[in-house]
């Protein structure tokens, strides 16, 4: 396979893809079972609500574990980047802004993104402006809202 047929993953990522795969195949799945078999118990399926939305259930379960399994077995596990060198998805990243706004950001691919958990995909605007950069470099954001200026302060 070539590089661009596979996800780069940081280990935690894939960890906790393969928990959430754990997950739904061993807790949810049952789960979405015994409610099938309880909605069947009451009769009639042509109307019965609680059928209808077990099977909705269903069927996003099985969805997910199928996007799931493909994702792990399509991945690649990228190494944490040393401390000092250029930033990469598994950086820890510190930046300042135009105002003196200290912010840290881990660099992660887009399956692994998680902006309100401060982690940035490589391919977002604010990583593709500081994919390649090092401590001590000042970098433009490019946003819908217009550009700003952040500095590399530090990178673990």
Do not use: W
């Amino acid at each position: 396979m070539k590089k661009e047929d596979f996800f780069e993953l940081t280990a935690e990522g894939y960890l906790e893809l393969e928990t959430e795969l754990n997950e739904l195949k061993n807790v949810k799945r049952k789960e979405v079972i015994t409610a099938l078999k309880e909605a069947r118990a009451m009769g009639d399926l042509s109307e019965n609500a609680d059928y209808d939305a077990a099977r909705n259930d269903q069927a996003q379960i099985e969805a997910r574990i199928k996007e799931l399994e493909y994702k792990l077995e399509h991945s690649k596990i990228v190494d944490k980047r040393k401390k000092g060198s250029n930033i990469g998805i598994g950086s820890v990243v510190t930046v300042v802004d135009e105002d003196g706004e200290e912010e840290e950001y881990k660099m992660v691919s887009s399956v692994e993104s998680d902006p309100f958990n401060n982690k940035i995909s490589i391919e977002s605007p604010i990583g593709i402006a500081l994919k390649g950069h090092k401590v001590g470099d000042e970098v433009m954001v490019e946003s819908p809202n217009g550009g700003y200026k952040i500095k590399i302060k530090n990178i673990a």
